[in-house]
């Protein structure tokens, strides 16, 4: 007999022909990825060229800002990384109040999440619409910030609120999230950032009777000029990494904010395809003639006086001694902006130059009459790379200015040293057409032997520095739990590591709240555990342009406000910031940047400074210093390689040198308008510097 089994069999039935074929087992759909861009309509100028039939094809724009994505359930934790954009609009970076104080109204939030714009770009450009006021204003301003974060390798973090020292305040108090945006704050012909309350305050105003573009009577607003949301938002950006810059103490430093957010609001005309291509059919390639990519606010510039655009960056003859006549802030400023428009346009030339020489035969003459498009659309893409490039110099120089004081020329050393560091071989010459342009201008880098680019550009730092295994090996300790203003802060904080670790902790996914706090940590242990090694070599002072140890002149601003006498001078850690950038080569390099300042009384008379060296300042009871004349800031900028833990260059300003301080005595003799003797600034700059310009 067959041995007994227990295992079955199953007889397989063959499937007919006509059968249908087995359902799959249901799973779950992929998941679709939140876009990186989001594509919103603008005025690529302003309103008043799209009423000129030349310019009526080429005035509407569609331009791509960061994507911020609608509310929902995960992103509506304050702490998450990626902010939800809600009516206003109001995201991440950016807060738009549509009040306006003279009627008392407050206009209707657009809705940027509704499907029926996210279809169609958003809202269509509408003079009369004040929704589209705001999306304008939101867009264009999100741009800029984006072209600050390609530039910088860094997510772009506000000006904070001053700190108090005599009310204990949390760092959630002196962080700013958002910059508001007021498109209708003002009935005047002005629009200026207010650093007091960290916003954008747009106006609006009756063109006159005689306007020759605006309708007589007819409403100019100035949040509907491209040109000027870029400008407002570049002042905000530059103050929230230079806040000093806002103290006149000499003659460019206000030219230069002035002058910076005008460059930055011309190069991103090039960055909009149909009207660069427009503008370079129209010039022929030849962008040293008049054209709207080289003038700002054209709607403005004509309804204030009648003439043309506001300024243009072109028109104006070299002239290398006009630095010396001129100290109005916007007419020094476009002294700057011609020198690096300058250096653009030899940049530009010169990679067009092999394109015209291989469409005309070699001979580089252009035959009259329209040129073809395949040419329009080659010379378009060199202007636009170009202008890519020179705006990306600009920008990334920042992190190599001193952190106060700043001349043209030294921004001219800044340019040329952050260039070099990305990109070390110039095969193009790019940095040699800067300072032939500055060189035109009469704008000379102090301290520079030659005008060779080696030779202008900041010098290496050679000389060691005391406890730098600090920034190689140390760690961050936790800051105190009054620092934050809930539990919810500080258990999102305590769940970073430890170790100081730049390339982590400021990372574009990590939320700005938390970049700022770790921000904050990194320079309160440099005060406490760094800095005290610096005053225990008083040698390297002059290197860092700080007055170091007990001998120092007693001018210098103490700890305890100069009371304890065997007191060391106090050093300010201003900013701790990553620089990130890629390398010729491929590489990322992470440098650490760390500013550090020092504050000096000063006095117009030569006797009563040189008693202050000596023996300090007057003070009253209560061991507060009074009677002095100003207060002179000096200090540096340092590069560090976090890897190696290396100090790569200090730039500094040395707050004993005789010569910046007799340089701003002359300053303020002249009527420089410096503000208050405490801060060298006044409440609102920008309201009255652009009120007058």
């Not at 998941?31 to 030349?54: G, N």
């Not at 490039?389 to 106060?404: G, N």
């Not at 170091?548 to 103490?558: E, M, Q, T």
């Amino acid at each position: 007999m067959p041995r007994s089994s227990t295992r079955t069999t199953s007889r397989r039935t063959p499937r007919r022909k006509h059968d249908p074929a087995p359902s799959p087992a249901p799973s779950a759909a992929p998941a679709i990825p939140d876009p990186a861009k989001r594509r919103l309509r603008v005025f690529a100028f302003d309103p008043s060229i799209a009423t000129q039939f030349q310019f009526a094809a080429i005035n509407t724009a569609t331009i791509q800002v960061p994507w911020e994505p609608p509310p929902s359930a995960e992103n509506l934790d304050n702490y998450a990384g990626k902010r939800p954009l809600t009516l206003g609009p109001i995201g991440d970076y950016l807060e738009v109040i549509d009040h306006d104080p003279g009627s008392g109204c407050f206009y209707e939030p657009v809705d940027l999440n509704d499907p029926r714009l996210l279809a169609q770009d958003g809202l269509s450009p509408d003079e009369a619409n004040p929704q589209f006021h705001q999306q304008m204003c939101y867009a264009v301003a999100m741009r800029v910030i984006n072209a600050f974060e390609d530039a910088l390798g860094r997510r772009v973090l506000w000006s904070p609120r001053e700190f108090d020292p005599q009310a204990r305040r949390s760092w959630a108090d002196q962080f700013v999230r958002r910059l508001r945006i007021y498109p209708h704050a003002l009935r005047e012909a002005n629009a200026y950032y207010s650093p007091q309350i960290k916003a954008l305050l747009f106006g609006y105003f009756q063109a006159g009777q005689r306007d020759p573009v605006n309708l007589p009577g007819a409403t100019v607003f100035t949040c509907l000029s491209h040109d000027i949301i870029a400008h407002e938002t570049t002042h905000a950006i530059l103050d929230g990494v230079h806040p000093l810059y806002l103290e006149a103490s000499n003659p460019d430093v206000r030219a230069f904010h002035e002058a910076f957010a005008d460059i930055v609001a011309l190069f991103h005309h090039f960055s909009i395809p149909e009207s660069l291509e427009h503008q370079i059919a129209q010039t022929r390639g030849h962008l040293r003639t008049q054209n709207l990519l080289c003038e700002l606010a054209q709607q403005f510039g004509k309804a204030v006086s009648k003439r043309g655009a506001l300024r243009s960056a072109i028109g104006s003859e070299p002239d290398p001694s006009a630095l010396e006549r001129e100290i109005s802030p916007h007419t020094r400023g476009s002294i700057l902006v011609a020198a690096v428009f300058d250096a653009f346009l030899m940049i530009y030339e010169n990679r067009a130059e092999p394109i015209v020489r291989l469409a005309t035969s070699g001979t580089g003459e252009l035959p009259p009459g329209r040129i073809s498009e395949l040419l329009v659309r080659e010379l378009s893409a060199q202007a636009s790379t170009s202008a890519r490039h020179v705006l990306r110099m600009c920008i990334r120089a920042l992190d190599y200015c001193p952190p106060v004081d700043l001349t043209f020329g030294e921004y001219l050393r800044a340019l040329l040293t952050a260039d070099m560091d990305m990109y070390p071989s110039d095969e193009n010459a790019y940095r040699v057409a800067f300072v032939d342009a500055f060189r035109k201008r009469g704008i000379y880098p102090g301290g520079a032997r030659s005008l060779m680019v080696r030779s202008v550009a900041w010098q290496p730092f050679i000389a060691g520095l005391p406890g730098m295994d600090f920034f190689k090996n140390g760690l961050v300790q936790e800051p105190d739990d009054a620092d934050f203003v809930d539990e919810q802060e500080r258990v999102n904080f305590k769940k970073q590591d430890k170790p100081m670790d730049p390339e982590r902790d400021f990372a574009p996914g990590v939320d700005r709240f938390m970049q700022f706090i770790r921000a904050q940590t990194y320079a309160r242990r440099l005060v406490r555990e760094w800095v005290p090694a610096l005053h225990d070599r008083p040698e390297i002072a002059s290197l860092l342009g700080l007055a170091l140890g007990v001998s120092a002149p007693k001018s210098v601003r103490r700890r305890h406000d100069g009371r304890t006498e065997d007191a060391v001078p106090s050093i300010r850690i201003r900013s701790v910031r990553p620089a990130r950038r890629v390398h010729q080569d491929g590489r990322t390099v992470i440098d650490l940047v760390v500013e550090m300042t020092q504050d000096r009384y000063g006095y117009t008379d030569a006797q009563r400074q040189s008693d202050a060296d000596r023996n300090g300042p007057e003070r009253d009871a209560g061991g507060k210093a009074i009677n002095y004349d100003f207060i002179m800031r000096g200090g540096c900028t340092l590069l560090i390689d976090m890897e190696r833990g290396q100090c790569r260059y200090c730039v500094q300003k040395d707050i004993l040198s005789q010569d910046r301080l007799d340089e701003l005595r002359r300053w303020r003799e002249g009527g420089a308008d410096v503000g208050a003797k405490t801060d060298l600034r006044i409440t609102e700059p920008f309201a009255t510097l652009h009120r007058h310009g």
